[in-house]
């Protein structure tokens, strides 16, 4: 949500959104930040703030700040970094844990409500696995470059080598260099 938020100039990372004592209200859906049953104000988070406390609100608010105009801009940035391209994975994977799904503004089938943009914010109603959690995790740690993971360099099969895979490259450059080294700083 950051980076993406980032790369459109949806927000900067100085900005700053109040989160109180962790509950919002949006749509008549509240939002929870995990410290919400003690109580505590926390007042004003910054950007950055909001991702070292993982805050639900703190993201919430920077989509639908960047977005909540055109929340098609957000699907199409998460889909331009990469995050739902469909792979062979070197070992066998059944069901959804090999493929990542978002929805869509559009989508008839799974028709678009008030509260999708806020909740896609923080990882709901979306299916994406961790095997694409920790290739963007290592896109961001490979300077933007998004490679493809794979659970063994080598097969072999009585003794011989049967396979062998080389990284691929999913994606040269999920973002700009100057957004990357921002989210490198928070």
Do not use: C
């Not at 990372?13 to 859906?29: A, I, K, M």
Request: proline residues 4%; positive net charge; charged residues 25%.
């Amino acid at each position: 949500t950051v980076l993406a938020a980032l790369e459109d100039g949806g927000i900067n990372p100085t900005d700053s959104f109040h989160v109180g004592t962790g509950l919002y209200t949006h749509n008549r859906r509240v939002v929870r930040d995990h410290y919400w049953t003690r109580g505590e104000d926390r007042g004003y988070l910054t950007v950055q703030e909001g991702i070292e406390v993982s805050s639900n609100i703190v993201m919430t608010k920077i989509v639908l700040k960047a977005y909540e105009d055109n929340p098609k801009k957000f699907t199409e940035r998460i889909e331009k970094m990469g995050m739902t391209k469909t792979f062979n994975w070197d070992v066998p994977l059944r069901g959804i844990e090999g493929t990542s799904q978002i929805r869509h503004p559009n989508d008839k089938a799974n028709p678009w409500s008030k509260t999708t943009l806020a909740w896609m914010s923080f990882g709901y109603e979306t299916q994406v696995p961790p095997i694409y959690i920790l290739m963007f995790y290592n896109a961001l740690a490979n300077k933007g470059k998004m490679l493809k993971p794979f659970i063994a360099k080598e097969f072999y099969k009585d003794g011989k080598l049967t396979k062998k895979n080389e990284a691929e490259v999913v994606n040269s450059s999920i973002a700009s260099q100057k957004n990357i080294d921002l989210i490198h700083e928070m």
